[in-house]
């Protein structure tokens, strides 16, 4: 049996790992993140996708955006899913952080500073 003596197709398998985006730099282990339609980030999504159906209805009322989610039941139902929202002059953004995933969902409207996403009002997951 030949071992493999760390040639270059092993280094470079070793490199194109370290710098995906679900490789653990801690553990040096890679993970695997499986987004279904039925697990959390499909769950964060929905519950980011309730947060702009509240911040519109509650901005035609107040005129102005929601500055915490305690009246928000989706944002505050699910366990493992932690949504923090922030608002601004001229906009707003809500982050769902999954307990255990290294991904963060976003949503926004308005102007909004230092944005990683491109599409307004639409939730979007990246990997961290």
């Known amino acids: 049996m030949r071992r493999n003596q760390g040639g270059t197709a092993d280094r470079a398998r070793r490199c194109h790992l370290e710098d995906a985006p679900g490789f653990n730099r801690t553990t040096g282990i ?3 993140s499986i ?10 999504k929905r519950a980011l996708a309730d947060v702009v159906v509240a911040q519109d209805a509650h901005f035609r009322t107040h005129s102005r955006y929601l500055v915490s989610l305690e009246g928000v039941p989706a944002a505050t139902a699910s366990k493992g899913i932690r949504i923090t929202v ?3 002059d001229k906009g707003w953004i809500a982050r769902a952080s999954i307990h255990r995933l290294f991904a963060t969902c976003i949503v926004y409207d308005g102007v909004v500073p230092n944005l990683r996403v491109k599409e307004a009002r639409n939730p979007e997951c990246v990997e961290e």
Do not use: R
Not at 35 to 44: N, R, S
């Open 35 to 44: 987004w279904t339609t039925y697990g959390p980030i499909a769950e964060a």
């Open 86 to 88: 922030e608002t601004h």
């Open 30 to 32: 890679p993970i695997v």
